[in-house]
Nanobody
Framework: QVQLVESGGGLVQPGGSLRLSCAAN????????MAWYLQRPGQQRELVAR???????NYADSVKGRFTISKDNAKNTVYLQMHSLKSEDTGVYYC???????????????????WGQGTQVTVSS
C-alpha cells in the first residue's frame, strides 16, 4: 500500500515562505503524476501544482510565479516551495500520487490514486 506523508506546514505571515514535503514509502519514479492539492475550509479540494514523470509541471493560475513543485526520486519525496504567501493560500495541503497502467489482454487502463493525510498551512498576521 502506497503511503504519502506530508510535512512542513505551519503558521506564516503574509509574504512569507514555506516548503512542504511529501515522503512516499515507495518509488515515486513509478508514479505518472505527483501533485499538491489545497482544500480551503468548506470548499472542494483543488489542484495547486503537479509534476509528471518527465518532470513537466503545471500550476494553478493563482500560484504561478510564487510556487514551485519539484521531486527527488532518490529520496522518494516531492516538494512544494511556496513564496509570497497570501491569506487565500490558507488551508490543508494534500499530496497526491497517480499511477496508471494497462492490464489484461485487452489492455484495460487502471488508475490508482493515493493521498496523504494533509498538512495545514495558515497565512495570517
Amino acid at each position: 500500500q502506497v503511503q504519502l506523508v506530508e510535512s512542513g506546514g505551519g503558521l506564516v505571515q503574509p509574504g512569507g515562505s514555506l516548503r512542504l514535503s511529501c515522503a512516499a514509502n515507495t518509488s515515486i519514479a513509478r508514479m505518472n503524476v505527483m501533485a499538491w492539492y489545497l482544500q480551503r475550509p468548506g470548499q472542494q479540494r483543488e489542484l495547486v501544482a503537479r509534476i509528471g514523470s518527465s518532470r513537466s509541471t503545471n500550476y494553478a493560475d493563482s500560484v504561478k510565479g510564487r510556487f514551485t513543485i519539484s521531486k527527488d526520486n532518490a529520496k522518494n519525496t516531492v516538494y512544494l516551495q511556496m513564496h509570497s504567501l497570501k491569506s487565500e493560500d490558507t488551508g490543508v495541503y494534500y499530496c497526491n500520487a497517480v499511477r496508471t497502467y494497462l492490464v489484461g489482454e485487452e489492455g484495460r487502463l487502471v488508475k490508482n490514486d493515493y493521498w496523504g493525510q494533509g498538512t495545514q498551512v495558515t497565512v495570517s498576521s
